[in-house]
């Protein structure tokens, strides 16, 4: 029997237990939430226990009335045709200019969400966590041109994280029913 996204994602905070950056990263600078806010298409990941097996992954921003973000993660386990949904918080831990997140998907646990890179028109990420053992490249579409996703692969590469273990997302035809 396979946890749940939010049961899996509990586990994750509780292990990561920190809402630190990677040394030796550095978080944008100049971010403004609002246009951050929305749904964003999971490209690629480094694999984790409480993603594995999921396509479709989407995750979507929006406010909350305590000033925090809303955090709605969904993915498909397209073998079963099991959908997968978390709902969680998110607050920045530093200046609203600046691209770091504590989140939590369960209590009071919060990990880093940390945003390394981030386009001017914020239509592609690299996402990490806490350590090097988290990476996410998304795009507000449902794939990213070739030369911005190696551009990033790249940029992940030189800071040290392990991008020959990159999981590409399948976010094609076969994720259509499952989209809202």
């Known amino acids: ?5 939010p049961a899996i994602f509990a586990i994750i905070t509780l292990s990561a237990g920190c809402t630190g950056i990677p040394e030796g990263t550095q978080a944008v600078r100049n971010f403004d939430l609002k246009p ?3 749904r964003w298409y999971e490209i690629a990941r480094l694999d984790h226990s409480f993603e594995r097996g999921l ?8 406010r909350r009335d305590d000033g925090g973000v ?16 978390a709902e969680g918080k998110a607050y920045f831990i530093e200046d609203e200019n600046v691209g770091r997140f ?15 890179e981030l386009d001017a028109n914020y239509q592609h990420a690299l996402i990490v966590g806490p350590n090097r053992d988290y990476l996410w490249i998304l795009s507000r ?4 041109e070739e030369d911005v996703y190696q551009r990033l692969v790249e ?3 030189i800071l040290d994280f392990a991008t ?12 259509e029913p499952y989209r809202q």
């Open 55 to 62: 396509d479709c992954v989407t995750a979507e921003y929006s």
């Open 164 to 175: 020959n273990e990159l999981i590409e997302v399948e976010q094609g035809q076969a994720c």
């Open 155 to 157: 940029r992940a590469r």
């Open 1 to 5: 029997m396979r946890a749940s996204i």
């Open 36 to 38: 951050y806010m929305g």
């Open 70 to 85: 809303k955090v709605i993660n969904r993915g498909v386990n397209l073998e079963k045709g099991e959908p997968d949904i």
């Open 141 to 144: 579409t449902p794939s990213l």
């Open 102 to 116: 504590k989140v939590s998907f369960f209590g009071p646990f919060y990990g880093g969400y940390n945003i390394l």
